[in-house]
């Protein structure tokens, strides 16, 4: 069988990572149907998430951790200004602090797309600190990777590729799909500034 990440192989990634300024990554446990923003899936989060998910502005992800013991949080990634917040996962908004560090997803949306799963996983064994989520956008690019509050998305980025990509410096080029607070136009000129001056993706272009 002929997997959609197979036949694209020849598109060029730049431009096309999917445009959203915020992002909310809510640790739930699933499983994940194709469509899993809904109540009977959300259970008691969905009074909050589902408002959220309606906003054109905004993509709420499912996330899972490594270990389902550990506390479920809510990660909220304003990507114009680069700025995260976590804060408990449960029936009401939670309250939100400021947090220093990164969110890196991986897609592993089975039910969304084949291709997450069977690419995805093998990508989230190999990584240190990374959550698994629901459908990122481009299941066509997997596995597919978003790096949060930057909003830098990586496509094709396979297992045995991931060593000299994870610090997001030049080597993470070929991968770059662009940043989401950015649109496609956009992206692809980001990019190719980027490839010609040298630039990681986490350095400022000015």
């Not at 431009?15 to 809904?38: C, E, I, K, M, S």
């Not at 054109?56 to 990507?79: C, G, I, K, S």
């Not at 029936?91 to 997803?105: E, G, I, M, Q, Y």
Request: hydrophobic share 40%; proline share 12%.
């Amino acid at each position: 069988m002929n997997r959609c990440s197979e036949a694209s192989l020849g598109e060029p990634l730049p431009g096309t990572a999917p445009t959203r300024r915020f992002w909310w990554a809510v640790d739930h446990p699933g499983p994940w149907p194709a469509q899993p923003l809904v109540e009977s899936v959300l259970g008691e989060l969905a009074s909050w998430v589902i408002p959220l998910a309606g906003r054109t502005d905004t993509t709420v992800l499912l996330t899972r951790q490594r270990d389902p013991e550990a506390p479920r949080q809510v990660y909220f990634a304003d990507t114009w200004d680069r700025s995260l917040a976590v804060g408990p996962c449960g029936p009401t908004p939670p309250d939100l602090a400021p947090c220093p560090d990164t969110v890196t997803l991986v897609c592993t949306h089975a039910r969304r797309d084949q291709c997450c799963a069977i690419l995805g996983r093998p990508l989230l064994d190999v990584m240190t600190g990374a959550r698994e989520s629901s459908h990122i956008g481009g299941h066509r690019f997997a596995p597919t990777v978003l790096v949060l509050p930057w909003g830098i998305v990586l496509g094709r980025c396979a297992a045995d590729s991931w060593p000299p990509v994870q610090a997001l410096g030049p080597e993470a080029l070929p991968y770059y799909r662009g940043r989401t607070a950015l649109e496609a136009p956009a992206q692809v000129a980001d990019a190719e500034a980027r490839r010609i001056w040298g630039l990681g993706l986490t350095e400022n272009l000015t």
